[in-house]
Every structure is written in C-alpha cells, then in structure tokens.
C-alpha cells in the first residue's frame, strides 16, 4: 500500500524558503506542488479499494475511454510516448481485467481496446473525486477571482508554448 501524502517533491513552502527563491521560481514550484497534491488526493480514493491506478494508467484508460476500439498505434501516436512503455501499461492494464482486447477484423495483428466495466466504473470514481477536489481548491474565489487565475494561468502556459516555438 502506498503512503497517502507524497512530500518527496516538496521543497518547502515556508516564509524562509520561499524568501530564498525568485518569484518565477516560487511561481512555478506552488503551481507543481497544486497539481501533485491534486493528483495524490484524487488516486487516494482508488488506494483502498481493488483498482490502486496510476497517473499514467488513468492517462491510458482515458484515451481508451474516449476512443474505444483504438490500437496501442493509437495511443502511442496520440501521445508520444514509448511505444513499450504504453504496451507494458496496456498489458497491465489487461492483465488486471481494466481494458478488454479483440482482434481487429480488417488486420487480425492489431488488437482494438476498450474500457471494461471495472475500468469504467474507475474512470466514474475518479472523474467524482475530480470534481469534488476542484469544489474545494477554488473554494472562497469569487467568479471574478477565478477568471484572474484562468487568464494568468493561461498567460503562464503561453509563454511556455512560446518557448518551444523559440
């Protein structure tokens, strides 16, 4: 069983250790350790249950989810990771009764995947937890406050597109 806060990322948000960092460094290390607590809150609901599912296999599951019958192909071309990287979550996947395979019946070589009934009803509980962990992060902002954060978010992740495009 897997501990149920991970503090191995955190730097320490503490006056002093924030005094220490620039203000982009802070910027961008509270915007990490939102999305780490967010996730950790949002798979600890699986953790005790019989699916324990990671970041990455809820990755899979989703595209899975919203392409049903897709091929590994797919999904490696879709996301551009590993090609053996995704087969070994794929077939774990399978292995624990998650994603169902058959063979394709243009091209028996290729297997089209998709969600079981235990892997949807895990999409379902973490889709609830999701909307129940964004309930509570912006709790207290106002609409208007909201939007502000929307926009400099947006502005922080277009300088960083900007960056690749450099």
Not at 41 to 59: I, N, P
Not at 148 to 161: F, M, P, S, T, V
Request: hydrophobic share 40%; net charge positive.
């Amino acid at each position: 069983m897997r501990k149920s806060v991970d503090n191995v990322n955190h730097v320490g948000s503490g006056s002093a250790a924030a005094s220490k960092r620039s203000s982009a460094e802070a910027v961008i290390e509270l915007v990490h350790d939102v999305m780490h607590q967010f996730r950790a809150r949002q798979y600890q609901v699986l953790r005790h249950g019989a699916h324990d599912v990671t970041h990455m296999e809820s990755k899979v599951m989703g595209f899975f989810s919203r392409h049903p019958g897709a091929t590994l192909s797919e999904l490696v071309a879709h996301s551009g990771r590993d090609k053996a990287q995704l087969a070994k979550l794929v077939k774990g996947l399978r292995e624990r009764e998650l994603l169902l395979g058959e063979p394709d019946p243009a091209d028996r070589r290729n297997v089209r995947l998709t969600l079981s009934d235990a892997g949807r009803a895990v999409q379902r509980s973490l889709h609830a937890q999701a909307h129940t962990l964004n309930t509570r992060a912006v709790e207290g902002l106002d609409a208007a406050e909201q939007a502000q954060l929307i926009e400099l978010l947006g502005r922080l992740k277009a300088n960083l597109d900007a960056a690749d495009d450099a």
